[in-house]
């Protein structure tokens, strides 16, 4: 796809986070709006993965450490293939697979469940790890709130990945900079968030609009040359991108429109939809 293809895409994956969370009347908007564009990006663009054949080996893996953004996850798998985009509603639903967390034995191109913070990173570092010690290529990505890496245990699986040089592994920082409780400056800030990673011997990638699919492509196309290293792409992003009473907002972190603003934050996409089908 090219970068107007996928950033048409990555509004179709706002509305069904927006549908999603609406529909559960519980969930959390803004970090999923914030991380569309990246979901966007590695799912329709950069990983190596087949929607007819979930578990294909030599696939791409992908770590939502950040779970609770799982409407955003679940919103590309979608639209990418892996299950109906008419199922997103039923988002935390009696029943449903589509529950608050990924479950990767549930949901359909999930490769790890995640939920508590801090311990997704660690999973991927395994799974990057697994495939050096089976001679096998396949890339691994993990997704972490910039919230979440106040946890030591992100800190203690840099450390091994950048010890062991784990170059197909690739660490993604949603850096909108706000968490549940405030902005990170309220809270515990963990900046300078680049040069800690740099610390444990990662290569850092800076993007400054974490949003902008043109930014995207040339971080993960840097990434994917950088050897001898794992990478930390630290993506600058708006919370809740994309509805107009949501960005920037720290309220949206976790709670659901209810129906007239559902109705407000659909009309916001349609328009940006429409605006893009302009280019």
């Not at 039923?90 to 029943?95: A, E, V």
């Not at 290293?229 to 994309?242: E, F, S, V």
Request: proline share 4%; aromatic share 8%; charged share 25%.
């Amino acid at each position: 796809m090219d970068n107007l293809q996928l950033a048409r895409m990555a509004n179709e994956v706002r509305k069904g986070i927006v549908t999603a969370v609406h529909g559960a009347k519980a969930g959390h908007p803004g970090g999923s709006l914030s991380a569309a564009d990246i979901f966007t990006y590695l799912y329709f663009e950069e990983m190596n993965i087949d929607p007819k054949n979930p578990r294909m080996e030599g696939r791409d893996r992908f770590v939502l450490s950040k779970g609770h953004t799982a409407p955003g996850l679940y919103s590309a798998l979608a639209h990418r293939g892996y299950f109906p985009v008419e199922d997103l509603p039923t988002l935390r639903h009696l029943g449903s697979y589509l529950q608050g967390h990924p479950c990767m034995q549930e949901v359909p191109g999930v490769d790890m469940s995640s939920g508590s913070l801090g311990q997704g990173i660690s999973a991927a570092v395994g799974m990057a790890l697994g495939a050096k010690l089976s001679n096998e290529d396949f890339r691994v990505y993990t997704l972490l709130g910039d919230g979440e890496i106040e946890e030591g245990q992100v800190w203690e699986a840099s450390m091994f990945a950048g010890f062991r040089k784990l170059d197909n592994l690739v660490v993604i920082v949603d850096n909108n900079g706000m968490q549940i409780d405030g902005r990170l400056e309220e809270v515990c800030s963990p900046r300078p968030i680049d040069k800690k990673f740099e610390a444990f011997n990662f290569h850092v990638i800076n993007v400054e609009d974490g949003n902008d699919m043109q930014q995207l492509r040339e971080a993960f196309a840097e990434a994917r040359s950088t050897k001898g290293m794992p990478t930390a792409i630290i993506a600058h992003t708006l919370k809740g991108k994309g509805v107009s009473f949501m960005e920037g907002q720290v309220a949206w972190h976790g709670k659901a429109p209810n129906d007239e603003e559902y109705k407000i934050a659909m009309a916001d996409l349609e328009r940006i939809g429409e605006a893009l089908c302009q280019k």
